[in-house]
């Protein structure tokens, strides 16, 4: 058998996360993608620049900080490789693999709204909410908090836990940590805002690109976890405004029989999204403790088919 490398990082993310006492005291390492690529967007993104000068600005900028996660975590490598006694070094690296993935975080933040729901304090639950999703939440009833708290379950399912899963077993470390650094940039950069439409037009399509497989898996882990949603998968992925996001979160959907997405507030403008899903509507926090379950579940999954794949390489 290889290396259990992306097996044993699948193991320390889900029991240990990212610390808070250690994110207190050093931040966590997508924190410095962050730091780049404001840097570059403050340097390079001028609004007195023309829409092709800032595209290319982007384009070396997404360059910049993928090749900066690869270099980084390939040396990081050769170092702990060195450092630890031979025939140790797969351990050290999947220390290194685990703050790459996000199973225990995402558990963190989302139980926190089912908790505020069933204990009937809404400020709570929408305060938590807020934390993970990019809509108004101040207006948002039990239903909405709920649906908001599932969607952003689902869509994370893919870029926090098969994504860099999938280019972790495909690319090792570096190809994690690249990925990491894309999708850092298509959160803060890849939007369609004038700001950031030209700078931020390569971070969108390549995150778009290296979420094509992992999107689609994730969808076919989350009906296989939940027993059931390939219906609504199907026909409710092209609905979302991404051309991934849309096949966890139909897959959710479908497997819990539930209606999400749907009209959304942004900045106090609504959004007349589509809904996902042909169930009801009106969600709950029964509702996401479900969620939470189906996701577990897949993630469980994933751990055979890493132990699998160190098996078969």
Not at 8 to 23: E, H, K, M, S
Not at 266 to 293: C, E
């Amino acid at each position: 058998m290889a290396e259990p490398v992306a097996l044993i990082a699948l193991v320390l993310d889900a029991a240990f996360g990212w610390p808070t006492w250690l994110y207190a005291r050093i931040g966590h390492p997508v924190g410095g993608f962050a730091r780049l690529i404001g840097a570059c967007e403050a340097a390079w993104n001028r609004p007195a620049s023309s829409d092709r000068r800032r595209r290319l600005a982007g384009i070396a900028t997404i360059v910049l900080v993928a090749g900066a996660g690869a270099a980084v975590a390939w040396m990081a490598e050769v170092f702990v490789r060195r450092l630890l006694p031979a025939g140790f070094g797969w351990l050290g690296v999947s220390l290194l693999a685990a703050p790459g993935l996000a199973q225990r975080s995402l558990d963190d933040h989302v139980r926190p709204v089912a908790a505020a729901l069933e204990a009937g304090d809404l400020p709570a639950a929408r305060r938590a909410v807020g934390m993970i999703v990019g809509r108004d939440t101040a207006g948002l009833d039990e239903a909405g908090v709920s649906r908001a708290a599932i969607e952003s379950l689902a869509e994370s399912f893919c870029d926090g836990i098969v994504a860099p899963l999938f280019w972790l077993l495909l690319l090792g470390l570096p190809g994690l940590w690249a990925y990491k650094g894309i999708n850092t940039a298509d959160s803060l950069i890849g939007h369609r805002e004038p700001r950031w439409r030209a700078f931020g037009w390569a971070a969108a399509r390549l995150d778009d690109a290296v979420n094509l497989l992992p999107a689609r898996l994730g969808g076919v882990i989350l009906c296989v976890a939940g027993g059931g949603g390939w219906r609504i998968m199907w026909r409710d992925a092209r609905h979302h405004a991404s051309p991934n996001a849309g096949w966890t979160e139909a897959a959710m959907a479908g497997t819990l029989g539930l209606r999400v997405a749907g009209p959304l507030v942004y900045d106090g403008v609504t959004l007349a999204k589509p809904w996902i899903g042909a169930g009801r509507s009106d969600a709950g926090p029964r509702d996401i403790r479900r969620a939470l379950w189906v996701q577990r579940r897949a993630c469980l999954m994933l751990w055979g088919l890493a132990a699998l794949w160190g098996w078969m390489a």
